[in-house]
């Protein structure tokens, strides 16, 4: 099961003994909750004799910080579109993005993803995702990427997987 906070998602998953799917890349201040909640409630089922736990996180690699912070630059626009409600726009370009002009209340409604987006080369993102399952105790990661190119998100990926893996 997929949660956001200790709230019903995480307590069932754990009374029925199921894996759980914190979901950090979308509510980061809640999942250290989402963890404990699901901890707290499980109960071994043929599907599982102890907690499993999955923590999720947006993630860009790339070969030096610059190009790395480059390619996140729209996700906070697109981060925006989901927030306000107005539902999620088509993945804008970088330069669409910059072109955007940002009131105080736009930056401070995406500032929780963009201070937990992991960005940067391979080295640095994986030592910040080791600090992300370290810090919940997760089993496993599932690391989103999010670019206006797909070469760019699958580069990202390649990067990410020749560190961590060799």
């Known amino acids: 099961m997929l949660g956001s906070s200790g709230g019903e ?3 069932v998953a754990g009374a029925r003994g199921l894996p759980f799917a914190a979901n950090y890349h979308v509510a980061p201040a809640r999942v250290l909750e989402a963890v404990e909640a699901y901890r707290a409630a499980f109960k071994p089922s043929a599907a599982l004799e ?3 736990v999955m923590v999720s996180a947006d993630v860009i690699v790339a070969e030096d910080e610059e190009t790395a912070r480059r390619l996140a630059i729209p996700y906070a ?3 925006r579109s989901v927030r306000t409600g107005a539902g999620a726009i088509p993945y804008p370009s970088p330069a669409e993005a910059e072109a955007f002009e940002w009131s105080d209340d736009d930056r401070k409604l995406v500032a929780d993803r963009l ?5 940067g080369t391979a080295e640095t993102v994986a030592e910040r995702l080791e600090t992300l399952r370290r810090v ?3 089993d496993e990661l599932l690391v989103t990427t999010m670019t206006f190119e797909h070469t760019d998100r699958v580069r990202s990926f390649e990067l990410l997987a020749k560190h961590w893996y060799g």
Do not use: E, N
């Open 9 to 11: 998602s995480a307590r």
């Open 50 to 52: 102890a907690p499993r």
């Open 77 to 79: 626009l697109w981060v």
């Open 115 to 119: 201070d937990t987006q992991f960005v």
């Open 136 to 138: 919940t105790g997760a």
